[in-house]
C-alpha cells in the first residue's frame, strides 16, 4: 500500500509560480512511475506530467509543456510539480499517482494508476 499527500497549493496571480508536493508513504516509492493530474470544474481528469522510477524520463502534456517541470527525491520519497508562468486556464485541483506500470507501458497507459492522493487546489487568477 502507498499513500500519498499533495500540498503546496494555493491561490496565485497569473505569471507567478507555484511548486506541488506529494509525499508518499510506504515502501517501494522508487519503483513507482509517478504522476501529476488535474480535474478543472466541469471537466474530466487530464493528465499534466509522469517520471520514470530513477527520474531520467519524464513526460509532460502539451498544454503545460516549457513551463511545468516533474522531479522526484527518492530518498525523501517525494515528487514535485514545479509549475511557472501560470495561466488562469490552470485553475484546478491537482492529483499525486503512482503506477506500478513501467515507464514504457505507461507512457501510452496513462490511466492506470494504482494509487491517488486527495488533491490540492490551484486557483490562478488573472
Known amino acids: 500500500q502507498v499513500q500519498l499527500v499533495e500540498s503546496g497549493g494555493g491561490l496565485v496571480q497569473a505569471g507567478g509560480s507555484l511548486r506541488l508536493s506529494c509525499a508518499a508513504s510506504g515502501r517501494a516509492f522508487s519503483s513507482y512511475t ?7 470544474p466541469g471537466k474530466e481528469r487530464e493528465f499534466v506530467a509522469a517520471i520514470s522510477w530513477s527520474g531520467v524520463s519524464t513526460d509532460t502534456a502539451d498544454s503545460v509543456k516549457g513551463r511545468f517541470t516533474i522531479s522526484r527525491d527518492n530518498l525523501k520519497n517525494t515528487v514535485y510539480l514545479q509549475m511557472n508562468n501560470l495561466k488562469p486556464e490552470d485553475t484546478a485541483v491537482y492529483y499525486c499517482a503512482a503506477s506500478k506500470k513501467t515507464w514504457s507501458y ?3 497507459h496513462t490511466s492506470e494508476n494504482d494509487y491517488w492522493g486527495q488533491g490540492t487546489q ?3 487568477s488573472s
Not at 509517478?34 to 478543472?40: I, N, P, S
Request: proline share 0%; aromatic share 24%.
Open 106 to 108: 505507461y507512457q501510452s
Open 122 to 124: 490551484v486557483t490562478v
Open 34 to 40: 509517478m504522476a501529476w493530474f488535474r480535474q478543472a
